[in-house]
């Protein structure tokens, strides 16, 4: 229903900036949360940036608060994720997510609650 496409992953030095983009398609009026989640070999998924579509209210995991930038581009559907100051650890596969049938900004906080999913786009921080 709805489809979801990251891009703007690379390989950048200790210290830099990236930005991942999001394109989304298909039902995306349904979308109550938007996020962005991440993923490295041998971890478990964890949860990075979300925001609630009704209200823009946006939640950052502790881990990157004052670094990553959640963002949307409201004529294009587009999601983003400004990354600075990126470290060797958030190194991972970073995945774009939608949920619906959330009615609370709390909701998109549990990524149990996201449907749609993207194919991931790779970063790598190098030390």
């Known amino acids: 229903q709805v489809q979801l496409r990251e891009s703007g992953g690379g390989s950048v030095p200790a210290g830099g900036s990236l930005r991942l983009s999001c394109a989304a398609s298909?039902?995306?009026?349904?979308?109550?949360?938007m996020g962005w989640f991440r993923q490295a070999p041998g971890k478990e998924r964890e949860r990075v940036a979300t925001f609630y579509t009704a209200t823009g209210n946006t939640n950052y995991a502790d881990s990157v608060k004052g670094r990553f930038t959640i963002s949307h581009d409201n004529t294009q559907n587009t999601v983003y994720l400004q990354m600075n100051s990126l470290k060797p650890e958030d190194t991972a596969m970073y995945y774009c997510?939608?949920?619906?049938?959330?009615?609370?900004?709390?909701?998109?906080?549990?990524?149990?609650?996201?449907?749609?999913w993207g194919q991931g786009t790779q970063v790598t921080v190098s030390s």
């Open positions: 997510a939608a949920a619906t049938g959330i009615r609370g900004w709390k909701g998109c906080g549990s990524v149990n609650n996201y449907s749609y």
């Open positions: 298909g039902y995306t009026s349904r979308a109550n949360c």
